[in-house]
């Protein structure tokens, strides 16, 4: 990922509409899965805010990995401990070492085909019956002009995921498009507000609605963040949907 991105999320992320969103959406997921206390490595941690929201609320024993310096650096800050630097595609650790293993939005930043061995890797570490929760961009239609300031190769579709996932040893259990209900303001913007005002390469998150005025900052965000919390809802209910600007999987390593 670009290094500049890591700032951005770390001043976004406590508070901006789609993190808060998609924890949300995340934990309706994961609260009727999760076992208290489990061992889990984030593959991917970023800043580590994750990380530290998922000790909190389920006690998990957090490993957080993540390939740059400047992710862990600010890990660091958030008080989280057993930082490790490495590769999603090599992990650095043994057989079977972890109850549960997430990775969120990583995947995509590795050039196709490349995830296939990542993919290999969590079913390496994941003991037999481990939890595998991802979450990746969807569709290739809603590439962005953010995605390429992040320096996104690639994005996914269920079908292609779940076949990558049972090839390299999981059950899948859910599998769902997120970010659904506002994908066509998504795709207008990207397909065409985009190439029409020639948009340059930007963070969209930098450039996201907290440079608004404070009224309208506060109005914007309230606005975007109901769609993701309907979302949530409806997923804690069972729900999934047909499409939307990000998969969310959750899997188990098959094995007695």
């Known amino acids: 990922m670009n290094p500049a991105e890591f700032d951005n999320i770390a001043r976004a992320e406590s508070d901006f509409w789609w993190y808060r969103g998609m924890r949300e959406i995340l934990f309706r997921l994961l609260d009727p899965v999760a076992s208290r206390g489990a061992s889990a490595v984030e593959a991917g941690c970023g800043t580590g805010h994750l990380s530290r929201a998922l000790e909190q609320r389920y006690g998990w024993r957090m490993t957080p990995l993540d390939l740059?310096?400047?992710?862990?650096?600010?890990?660091?800050?958030?008080?989280l401990r057993h930082l490790v630097q490495g590769d999603v595609t090599a992990l650095p650790f043994a057989v079977e070492a972890f109850d549960a293993l997430l990775s969120m939005d990583v995947l995509v930043h590795l050039e196709r085909g490349e995830e296939v061995r990542a993919l290999s890797e969590f079913a390496r570490v994941l003991k037999p019956g481990g939890l595998l929760v991802l979450r990746l961009g969807a569709l290739n239609a809603l590439r962005s002009r953010h995605s390429e300031f992040v320096r996104e190769?690639?994005?996914?579709?269920?079908?292609?995921?779940?076949?990558?996932?049972?090839?390299?040893?999981?059950?899948?259990?859910?599998?769902?498009?997120?970010?659904?209900?506002?994908?066509?303001?998504a795709l207008f913007k990207f397909?065409?507000?985009?190439?029409?005002?020639?948009?340059?390469?930007?963070?969209?998150?930098?450039?996201g609605v907290a440079d608004s005025p404070a009224l309208l900052h506060r109005m914007l965000e309230r606005?975007?963040?109901l769609p993701l919390r309907a979302?949530?809802?409806?997923?804690?209910?069972?729900?999934?949907?047909?499409?939307?600007q990000s998969l969310l999987v959750l899997a188990h390593k098959r094995g007695s």
């Open 231 to 244: 979302e949530a809802a409806w997923i804690g209910r069972g729900g999934s949907f047909p499409i939307g």
């Open 153 to 185: 190769r690639q994005r996914f579709d269920r079908a292609g995921l779940i076949q990558s996932l049972e090839e390299a040893g999981f059950q899948v259990e859910r599998a769902t498009y997120v970010n659904s209900l506002l994908t066509p303001i």
């Open 191 to 207: 397909r065409v507000w985009e190439p029409l005002t020639r948009a340059p390469v930007a963070s969209g998150v930098a450039s």
């Open 68 to 79: 740059s310096r400047e992710g862990l650096d600010y890990a660091r800050r958030h008080g």
């Open 223 to 225: 606005l975007l963040y």
